[in-house]
């Protein structure tokens, strides 16, 4: 009775986390689903990616409590034996992962197998499972959970590519040993998995000029409405709509310096599948391994967008109280005392680990700021970024060349100052060059040759020709003066002044105001792309899905958050290939330089 009642109780938050579009509630239930419908003892088997997707929701702990006693790798060549055990597969299923779960269970170290695969599974794939356990027989069921991406959160996700900086910059494939065709492999079977796990096939558009945003549009429109279309019919709910972008489109967000919580510790820290490892001296070794998640932290549910100057004095009013608690604690003198403090005791040492992680945090936080003299780079970084900001090119130039002759200013950001620079001047080549010898003068190009390089390819990654989106809104009359009315106005903080081209481009997508030049549908026939415009002409999308392919960021799902808890009339999904930070981006830009700075590796795309 309780196991149907709890199937009952799955159901249901399935279905509720389907109707409002809740990714993570999505890939929890399907974790639960399989760790729960298989009584006993269990071993889960995952491969690289399923590892990242699981541990991203479960830590050990709360696996133990469904008795997953064991977790492993498929590709580790374990060979104990576990007949106590369960297997529950969780694999992708690819050619190496069913090439190893051939070898397993033609020797199995487990009582039985049960095999979950996190997307369509080929008729040849299940012919060969079949075939290896013809003998054993030890594989009691199969089937497809559509978990083939990383949940972040209730709005954002990642499809995990082999190299994503392959798609920032081709010249990144020989040294990465991948190739931006695996990548878009990757991202059509990921975005496939999505709309599987979704239960929506949407319309597909896509970013103009940019070749990767065409092949994943190609590859999903081909596979949801031409080889599979029956899989992906769900009935007569309204399409969404995914839009493909390109980061060119938008490099400038993810070179900034960032400043609310969640942004600013994936910039100075990095954040991997919601865990991040700080270096700081002050952080005793065994904390320094931290788990940022919303669901399970309430301090960092409350304050995952706030700006780095609430954060600090709500850390210190929290480490105020747990004095006051802790000094309470301390005065036990009687029986009920005695019985008070063991009833309080475990939300009281939980509490205590919750402050010192973020005590934690904020200091390095602190000391990356003090040590790179961030709120001076910053100031100048949202002056170059705001299009509403009056700086003229002149002054702009001898601000960034000062901030390169600081001492004090880290190689790294004399780069970016130097590429923001480029971006929004960019038919000033002369100072853009002479800033570039400037990074050489300031032994750059020597130090560390991959940020020279990166600072002298933004243009040809990203210049004006790159872009489909009106990135400073000098296109579009009406933007410019929105810009120009919110330079007026002023904003709480210098520092997060800037906003991402992503809130612009949802506005037009919600108002069907988003050209369908620059962006176009991937269709069949011409009249099919002009049957699906006319369609969101009379009725604009309910819900979106944007992908961002070479990374989203942590800025853009603050956007996305913002945007959703306004209510605008479409709800919003954001995904990407990776979740960028300005090193990541550094780093793909100037991947396959060889050290020989700009002139290395032939031109990007």
């Known amino acids: 009775m309780g196991s149907r009642a709890g199937a009952v109780a799955l159901d249901k938050e399935r279905s509720e986390a389907l109707a409002g579009m809740h990714l993570t509630r999505i890939v929890r239930a399907y974790i639960l689903a399989m760790v729960g419908e298989v009584p006993g003892y269990k071993a889960l088997l995952l491969d690289r990616d399923t590892l990242r997707i699981v541990s991203t929701q479960f830590g050990r702990t709360e ?229 940022v998640d919303a669901a399970s932290d309430e301090f960092y549910a409350r304050h995952q967008y706030s700006n780095y100057g609430e954060v600090g004095l709500s850390v210190k009013a929290a480490v105020d109280a747990f004095a006051s608690a802790s000094a309470a604690h301390k005065q036990v003198s009687s029986l009920e005392d005695m019985r008070r403090f063991i009833l309080e005791h475990s939300d009281f040492s939980r509490a205590q680990g919750a402050i010192t992680k973020h005590v934690n945090i904020v200091t390095q936080l602190s000391e990356e700021v003090a040590r790179r003299g961030l709120m001076d780079v910053s100031t100048l970084e949202q002056e170059l970024a705001n299009p509403a900001a009056a700086l003229g090119a002149a002054a702009a130039y001898d601000e960034v060349a000062a901030l390169i002759r600081n001492a004090n200013t880290s190689h790294k950001d004399r780069a970016r100052l130097v590429m923001l620079y480029s971006l929004r001047f960019e038919s000033d080549a002369q100072r853009t060059q002479a800033l570039l010898a400037g990074l050489a003068d300031a032994g750059v190009r020597d130090a560390a040759p991959g940020l020279y390089a990166a600072a002298a390819a933004v243009l040809a990654y990203a210049g004006r020709e790159r872009r489909a989106g009106d990135l400073w809104g000098g296109g579009n009359i009406l933007l410019k003066a929105k810009n120009v009315f919110k330079g007026l106005q002023g904003v709480d903080n210098v520092y997060t002044q800037h906003v991402p081209l992503l809130a612009d481009t949802l506005r037009l997508l919600a108002a069907n105001d988003l050209s369908a030049a620059a962006y176009p549908y991937a269709a069949g026939t011409q009249d099919e792309a002009l049957a699906w415009q006319s369609a969101y002409r009379a009725r604009p999308p309910a819900e979106a899905i944007v992908v961002i392919l070479g990374g989203s960021t942590y800025e853009e799902a603050k956007a996305v958050a913002e945007w959703n808890a306004r209510g605008g009339g479409m709800r919003v999904l954001l995904g990407g290939s990776d979740v960028l930070n300005s090193e990541a981006l550094l780093s793909a830009l100037g991947a396959g330089s060889g050290g020989a700075g700009a002139g290395g590796g032939g031109p990007l795309r």
């Not at 397993?104 to 979950?116: G, T, V």
């Not at 709910?237 to 510790?265: F, G, H, K, N, S």
Request: with cysteine.
């Open 63 to 291: 696996l133990a409590e469904h008795s997953v006693v064991a977790i492993e790798r498929m590709d580790a060549g374990e060979t104990a034996q576990h007949l106590e055990l369960k297997a529950l597969v969780f694999v992708r299923p690819t050619r190496e992962n069913v090439t190893a779960l051939k070898r397993e269970l033609r020797a199995p170290r487990f009582q039985s197998y049960h095999l979950y695969f996190t997307n369509l599974v080929s008729q040849m794939h299940l012919q060969d499972v079949a075939e290896a356990d013809a003998v054993k027989e030890q594989v009691q069921q199969v089937q497809e959970f559509y978990a083939d991406f990383i949940a972040l959160a209730p709005h954002h996700f990642v499809v995990p590519v082999p190299a994503n900086a392959v798609l920032i910059n081709p010249r990144a494939a020989q040294a990465l040993g991948a190739s931006e065709f695996e990548a878009v492999d990757r991202l059509v079977a990921g975005l496939s998995a999505l709309f599987l796990a979704l239960r929506r096939r949407p319309v597909i558009r896509y970013q103009r000029g940019s070749e990767p945003a065409r092949r994943v549009a190609e590859g999903l429109y081909g596979l949801t409405y031409r080889q599979q279309p029956a899989v992906f019919d769900f009935g007569s709910r309204a399409a969404p709509v995914v839009l493909l972008l390109d980061r060119c489109d938008d490099p400038v967000t993810p070179l900034l310096t960032q400043w609310t919580y969640e942004a600013m510790i994936h910039e100075a820290i990095g954040i991997r599948d919601g865990t991040a490892v700080l270096t700081s001296a002050k952080v005793p070794p065994d904390q320094r391994e931290v788990v």
